[in-house]
């Protein structure tokens, strides 16, 4: 049988607790809400915190609303609440859909949204939803608190700029006029890691792409984004033409490897098939 090794266990009320438990604790404490990536990495002794500060009373982070032209998302929003989040769809049609394809119904009802950016997995999916509409993250630590966007939070494989006694406590997204959104996703069965997917966020004036995000997972893009294509696309008309090359662009440029998901070039084919797609439903959305 696997189990973890010796570990602490503390319930935080609120954000100054879970601070000052960080701060008490050191560096070998860990967050937990929903634990689907940290607590299976405990069991196989992967993972071995000295402790464990389960947020799951910290409502004050649990959060969908519009506030001036921004969305803010409190960290502890479950998935199955940003599924169904009428406010987020709104906006930002791009996370309903990639909720949609996460896992199943059991870890959605758990799962959070700050506990999925945070475990910085390759191909998990909203962190290339949140990098094409440009969100950024918001850090607490006891001194006060920094934002970053979300395209610089992740520094590598399951590493991210969230430091040492800090918590994540919030996403912030721009709303801005003229724009929508999409996202795609080849997986081998419903639920599971993509194979790859795209999202994309693109915002018209006119007939023209005035600006555009691009995110992609699975395939080795750097911080989750395609920046050559979406250096490419902006001022260039927003029709098919643009879009598929924008998709080229994005699969030369990325660096999938083969695993058990894939070859290297099926992968590569991928990533530039559902650029396009995400980037031509998303210009559809816009002009409606």
């Known amino acids: 049988m696997q189990v973890p090794s010796h570990f602490e266990y503390e319930r935080a009320a609120d954000v100054e607790q879970v601070l000052a438990l960080l701060a008490r604790y050191g560096p ?6 929903g634990g689907h990536s940290l607590l299976p990495m405990m069991k196989l002794r992967l993972a071995a915190p000295d402790a464990l500060i389960d947020i799951n009373d ?74 094409a509409v440009r969100a950024s993250a918001v850090i607490r630590n006891a ?38 959104s999409a996202y795609e996703k080849v997986g081998r069965r419903a639920g599971d890691w993509a194979l790859a997917a795209a999202g994309a966020a693109i915002w018209l004036d006119g007939g023209n792409v ?26 260039r008309p927003a029709d098919d033409e643009s879009f598929a090359q924008a998709g080229r662009i994005a699969a030369e440029h990325c660096r999938p490897t083969a695993d058990q998901r894939g070859p ?25």
């Open 264 to 288: 290297v070039d099926y992968k590569r084919h991928l990533a530039g098939e559902l650029t396009t797609r995400a980037l031509r439903r998303a210009a559809e959305r816009a002009r409606t």
């Open 143 to 180: 001194e006060g608190s920094r934002t970053v966007p979300l395209r610089e939070f992740h520094v590598g494989p399951y590493e991210t700029v969230v430091g040492d006694g800090e918590l994540l406590t919030e996403f912030r997204v721009p709303i801005k006029p003229g724009g929508s």
């Open 28 to 33: 070998e404490a860990r967050v937990v809400a």
């Open 58 to 131: 910290v409502s004050e982070l649990s959060y969908i609303r519009v506030e001036r032209d921004e969305l803010l998302i409190g960290t502890l929003v479950r998935h199955a609440e940003l599924l169904d989040s009428p406010v987020a769809a709104e906006h930002f049609p791009i996370f309903r859909e990639a909720e949609r394809v996460i896992a199943d119904p059991l870890v959605r009802n758990r799962g959070t949204v700050g506990g999925s950016l945070c475990q910085a997995d390759p191909s998990e999916d909203l962190s290339a939803a949140f990098a």
């Open 210 to 235: 005035a600006d555009v995000g691009i995110g992609l997972t699975a395939v080795g893009a750097a911080h989750f984004v395609a920046a050559e294509a979406e250096e490419y696309l902006r001022g």
